[in-house]
């Protein structure tokens, strides 16, 4: 059974452009979430989506959105880009209705000059 | 809200022995899960050991346990028989099981393993 798998593994943007991550969850799960972990710190939440809605979003600024696709694939945007949004983002999916761990993709590495 | 606290930044161990690594929460919710993941260096993030607030016993998975105690708000992993491999991030974290559906994580602890 495939993982969730994330692309780019690694994104260099300078300020003020914006990024596109991509994810994929393992096949049946409707959930995508995505977390930002800054370099030495915790894993930090920035959105929820099930069934192609934001279910919640942590306390992030609006120019962090995403979405999700029918088939529930999940893309994370960032605009206007800010030196401090350098970062692992990490995306993770589950089964919402089955309150088991999330599975965790190998994550993208934003890096902003 | 929901706060995980892990006051250990890093641990050394030797090899072959067992290690705690410490992890304690504070939740409003009436129901709740405790997860510990791995992070090695090459960053993705490996589900270790999962424990239910209602669980009457604690969680095993081969080397790893996990020493829950409900009254203490406290969630501590315990590896056995260290290995080098071992040796990465460890994350503890807690998620309601009603409403929001959000993984709340620690600050994680390094441990390294000596040979």
């Known amino acids: 059974e495939a993982g969730v798998t994330q692309s780019p593994t690694h994104l260099i943007k300078t300020r003020g452009q914006q990024a596109t991550l991509r994810c994929s969850p393992i096949?049946?799960?409707?959930?995508v979430y995505w977390y930002q972990q800054a370099l030495g710190l915790g894993l930090q939440f920035l959105l929820w989506?099930?069934?192609?809605?934001?279910?919640n979003r942590g306390n992030f600024p609006p120019r962090f959105s995403g979405r999700q696709f029918p088939n529930y694939s999940s893309e994370l945007n960032v605009n206007a880009l800010e030196l401090e949004d350098s970062a692992l983002y990490l995306c993770?999916?589950?089964?919402?209705?089955?309150?088991?761990?999330?599975?965790f993709g190998p994550g993208t590495r934003l890096t902003v000059l | 809200a929901q706060k995980i606290t892990q006051t250990q930044p890093g641990m050394f161990v030797q090899e072959k022995e067992a290690v705690t690594l410490d992890c304690t929460y504070d939740t409003s919710d009436p129901s709740y899960g405790l997860f510990w993941y791995k992070q090695p260096s090459s960053g993705e993030m490996i589900f270790l050991i999962y424990?239910?607030?209602?669980?009457?016993q604690n969680a095993t998975e081969g080397r790893y346990s996990l020493n829950f105690q409900k009254a203490r708000k406290s969630a501590n992993l315990v590896i056995s028989a260290s290995q080098l491999g071992d040796s990465a991030m460890y994350f503890c974290a807690m998620r309601g099981l009603q409403g929001a559906q959000k993984l709340v994580f620690g600050q994680g602890t390094r441990l390294t393993i000596n040979p």
């Open positions: 424990q239910g607030s209602y669980d009457q």
């Open positions: 993770a999916s589950d089964d919402p209705t089955a309150y088991n761990e999330q599975f």
């Open positions: 989506y099930d069934e192609g809605e934001e279910r």
């Open positions: 096949s049946g799960h409707t959930s």
